[in-house]
């Protein structure tokens, strides 16, 4: 469980930018939380913070309990992490990509091994394990991304945008991972501008706009409070009607 308290993080000499401004939501286990928004909106920087990469300015988080400031390194083994910055080692192969961040997570041997081949079938690249992640298509370094970030079975996974560069049928492919794992307890928070994807895989749905929480709630939740028959059309009329500009 991921709960979010107050956030603040601003940015620039003065703190002129708030990039996050007092920001409050909780994603619970065995859920898929989906954070929406225009690019801008502070997905991105909210979930560095969750995943203690950029410390909070203001506010709190906690990851099943633990704080993000006090037990940092706790966290980081129990979270796996799809970032904006894919990282891929390109004179790795695609399984040594896996190995070496499972590797990092303690695991070794047949249990990493088992692993990694369980990752490979799940996420169709057991054609390109072997390859060097050179000339990869951005598929194919999305898919290894997402195989390394599952690596060591976390129990939080933080997803930015991770159908990115996926073509139709591997984004279906991930979408039932994404619920297989969401079915085991697990606690996902997606972040994506794609609307048909929140639309398929989350349960509740965090509208973020210039910073702030516009709304949040079930899908049904949000077409109901925007008075709209699509959730397009209420993503656009509570971020228009609610979104204030950042001074």
Known sequence: MIDVKHIVKTFGRQREVKAINDVSFTAADGEITGLLGPNGAGKTTLLRIIA?????????????????????????RSI???SDARG???????????????ALQ?????????????????????????????????????????????????????????????????????RDLLRDLCADGKCLVLSSHVMQEVSALCHRIVILGNGRVVAAGTADELLEQSGESTLENAFMHLLESRAEVSP
């Open 52 to 76: 203690t990469l950029m410390a909070p300015d203001g506010g709190s988080v906690t990851v099943d309990g633990r704080d993000v400031l006090v037990d940092h390194f706790t966290i980081r």
């Open 106 to 174: 303690g695991l070794s041997g047949d249990e990493l091994e088992d692993r990694i081949e369980e990752l490979l079938r799940a996420l169709s690249i057991v054609d390109i394990a072997d390859r060097r992640a050179h000339g990869f298509s951005q598929g194919e370094r999305m898919k290894v991304a997402i195989a390394r970030a599952l690596v060591h079975d976390p129990r939080t996974i933080l997803l930015d945008e991770p159908t990115n560069g996926l073509d139709i049928q591997s984004t279906r492919s991930l």
């Open 88 to 102: 891929i080692y390109p004179r790795l192969t695609a399984r040594e990509n896996i190995r070496y961040f499972g």
């Open 80 to 82: 796996g992490v799809l």
